[in-house]
């Protein structure tokens, strides 16, 4: 069965400061895949990143980049230089090749950036 | 470029009503999802349709859940004789691949329902 733990709940960060997010999953399959979605306060889930079970390659995207780690089944991210803008909710999910592509959900990261 | 339509926005129902919420997919999907978003429990997945198939109901409840995406229209989900532990945000998602790609959901703003 998949499952996706976000420990922290609640992290504030003074802006320009940068915030890391943390996301231990745990799978059977071989083959799975990992993301990230943002939910700010109007209530949408946006998709940020995707990332393959076989590709272990940590990349940066803007302000964006993640730690994916199979040895320790993490797949963490950073927001470098917050914004206020950046103020929301962030699911890390676990979706398995044989699992008709539904994906679960950590509890979510609220992420509040002070000006 | 209209991303996934959902509609109404905010539904109130009194309890033992039906609500059906809809979903129009992003253009060229034909891959929908539902999920539930409960303020406890966080986002669950619900059932994932292609057009005229139920592919994946396994986190659908049993009783009074059902939904559909017919060959023409939006995917529909439907609660009857609602009960105030309905009340959440449901949201739907499309994709344009199958199953077993691992592509990422399109989300819409999601319906919120509230039972009173």
């Known amino acids: 069965a998949q499952k996706v733990t976000q420990a922290q709940t609640e992290i504030s960060v003074v802006e320009k400061e940068d915030v890391t997010l943390d996301c231990v999953y745990e799978t059977r399959d071989t083959t799975y895949y990992l993301f990230w979605y943002k939910q700010p306060p109007s209530g949408e889930l946006v998709f940020l990143i995707r990332r393959n079970s076989f590709d272990e390659q940590n990349e940066i995207s803007g302000r964006y980049s993640w730690n994916f780690q199979k040895s320790t089944s993490s797949f963490n991210f950073t927001i470098t230089a917050s914004q206020v803008v950046d103020s929301a909710v962030y699911f890390c999910a676990l979706s398995e090749a044989w699992g008709n592509n539904r994906l679960a959900f950590g509890k979510g990261n609220q992420v509040v950036v002070i000006p | 470029n209209a991303g996934v339509m959902q509609n109404p926005r905010h539904l109130v129902r009194r309890r033992g009503q039906e609500a059906r919420l809809r979903c129009s997919p992003m253009?060229?999907?034909?891959?929908v999802y539902w999920y539930r978003q409960l303020p406890e429990e966080g986002l669950k997945f619900m059932v994932y349709?292609?057009?005229?198939?139920?592919?994946?109901e396994s986190g659908m409840p049993k009783e009074r859940f059902s939904a559909e995406f017919p060959k023409e229209g939006p995917s529909i989900l439907r609660i009857q004789q609602v009960v105030r532990g309905d009340s959440a945000a449901y949201f739907c998602?499309?994709?344009?691949?199958?199953?077993?790609?691992?592509?990422?959901?399109?989300f819409g703003p999601g319906t919120r329902l509230t039972v009173t």
């Open positions: 349709l292609q057009k005229e198939n139920i592919i994946d």
């Open positions: 253009k060229g999907h034909s891959h």
């Open positions: 998602a499309s994709s344009p691949r199958p199953r077993g790609t691992g592509v990422e959901q399109y």
